[in-house]
């Protein structure tokens, strides 16, 4: 194993211009990746917050005894779509509409704001089918006037949540590819640049495995440091938006960073064991 | 040790570069493989070291076959080997004694055991003071010195020359040939690939000469070899 670290070191050494090139193609090539993942992660975020707004509104007959709306609140909080029921009086109707409202903060009186029940619901939940079920299982309620929540707009929401997620899979997919094919070929270079070396070694009777192994180290390493470097850039780059800007966007989670920088080290180790392969089949 | 039987090679761009070529070259035994360039000289010796396979035809080498002997296993088969070129291959970043080190290191020596081995080495070779000095530092006889010590580090049973001569002048060229004699005479089997007609015919060695992919002489079934008294192969 020394000695594997030790031809690591000088494979290094003997190259450094190609070495820093390598890592900073590497990079390059995660940072884009990282900034498109930026970009989605705060996209999903924005949503997500959206999504969270998801409610279905159920406005109760005048006169609903207390008892009845206490036992309907308890039987759809137990529907496994459902986060939490609010009971909504009157009052707390008229107090909501007039701070939401406040030039017509007037023209509001309890006596014209029905009592509602306030049902969220859990996240997987949100979308338009679901919600309507859940809608027209509260609208069986006998003292339940009337059912309301959006429908037009849950549709569009969803849309707009599809198409965003199908876009971000295939952008996600475009970009890793580019960053594979990139980080593989600068890596390659790495192997052409020691193919004399690589052919002497098999040569003097070095195995494929004993060939292969500096160049799967050194692959990891370059993917590694291209990794934080790339995290480094990402996270310069949403400084500087959130200054300029005047936003508080989101940055990648602690273990999100370090799974990016893992995987980095694992390109640069794959894309390592197909340039070496390739190249071991071909001498 | 090695045989070859009605062995042809074929590469898909260049046609026919051996044709029908059977002959056996014994354990100890040293011969030369003439011929011009382009002859054949250099697959022949790629089919010895088992970097080609034949087209057709067998090929056994210390009792391996080279259409059995698994990719994997190539490396260790190699280690019995010894294989010196015309242009030394060295690593030009590392001394003469690194050099020889990294090939009884790739190998799994004890690392405590390369130090001596290589100084050895260096001695038998006649470079005793030259393991600090880096490829470019030395002549073209040293550096194939070098790689001739280098392919000695494991003991080879067996050791390919191709056109170690090519490169060196008349001095070099002859220091370098009177140690492959030297090595053949420990015991070690030397395969000698050489377009030097005026080497081949002062030395007393089997002489096999190949023009155009097909073997057109060999001393050893010659009833008057130009070399003469070379011993009679005996195949292992």
């Known amino acids: 194993m020394s000695l594997t670290l030790r031809e690591v070191a000088l494979g290094l050494r003997r190259a450094p211009l190609l070495s820093v090139l390598s890592v900073l193609t590497i990079a390059c090539s995660l940072f884009a990746f990282g900034l498109f993942g930026l970009v989605a992660l705060n996209v999903s975020e924005a949503l997500r917050h959206v999504e969270e707004r998801v409610e279905i509104r159920a406005f109760l007959a005048d006169g609903t005894p207390i008892e009845a709306v206490s036992a309907a609140v308890g039987d759809i909080a137990a529907f496994p779509e459902v986060a939490r029921v609010d009971i909504i009086t009157p009052e707390q109707a008229l107090a909501r509409a007039r701070k939401e409202m406040g030039e017509f903060q007037d023209v509001f009186d309890a006596a014209v704001l029905p009592a509602s029940l306030e049902i969220r619901l859990k996240p997987g939940y949100r979308d338009p089918t679901t919600v309507k079920a859940v809608a027209e299982r509260v609208r069986t309620y006998s003292f339940v006037d009337d059912v309301r929540y959006g429908e037009e707009w849950v549709q569009k929401l969803y849309s707009i949540r599809n198409i965003a997620g199908a876009t971000g899979v295939v952008l996600g997919i475009a970009f890793a590819g580019v960053a594979v094919i990139i980080i593989g070929s600068t890596i390659r270079m790495t192997v052409l640049a020691r193919a004399r070396e690589i052919s002497i070694m098999r040569l003097v009777g070095a195995t494929d495995g004993f060939v292969r192994r500096p160049f799967l180290i050194d692959g990891f390493l370059k993917g590694v440091v291209g990794g934080l470097i790339a995290l480094l850039l990402a996270w310069i780059a949403y400084t500087l938006v959130n200054r300029t800007l005047g936003i508080q966007s989101s940055f990648f989670a602690t273990h999100t960073a370090v799974f990016g920088v893992l995987a980095g080290g694992v390109i640069g180790l794959l894309g390592s064991a197909l340039s070496v392969g390739h190249h071991l089949r071909d001498v | ?236």
């Open chain 2, 1 to 236: 040790m090695i045989r070859f039987s009605h062995v042809t090679k074929e590469y898909p761009r260049t046609g026919v570069a051996l044709s029908n070529a059977s002959f056996r070259i014994g354990k100890g035994e040293f011969a030369f493989l003439t011929g011009p360039s382009g002859a054949g000289k250099s697959t022949i010796l790629k089919l010895v070291y088992m970097e080609e396979r034949p087209t057709s035809g067998d090929v056994r080498v210390g009792g391996i076959q080279a259409n059995e002997i698994k990719r994997r296993d190539i490396p260790i088969f190699r280690r019995r080997l010894g294989i010196v070129f015309q242009d030394f291959r060295l690593l030009e970043d590392r001394t003469a004694e690194q050099n020889i080190a990294f090939a009884l290191e790739v190998t799994g020596s004890s690392r405590d055991a390369i130090p001596g081995k290589v100084s050895r080495l260096l001695t038998q070779v006649g470079l005793a003071s030259k393991g600090p000095s880096y490829p470019r530092e030395l002549s073209g006889g040293e550096q194939q010195r070098v790689a001739i010590a280098r392919a000695l580090v494991n003991d080879p049973v067996l050791l390919i020359a191709d056109e170690p001569t090519g490169n060196l002048d008349e001095r070099a060229m002859r220091g370098i040939f009177q140690l492959l004699r030297d090595i053949n005479a420990s015991g070690t089997a030397v395969l000698m690939a050489t377009h030097n007609l005026g080497l081949v015919r002062r030395s007393e060695f089997r002489v096999i000469e190949i023009n155009r992919g097909q073997i057109v002489f060999d001393s050893a079934d010659s009833s008057s070899p130009p070399g003469g008294n070379d011993p009679p192969p005996t195949d292992v």
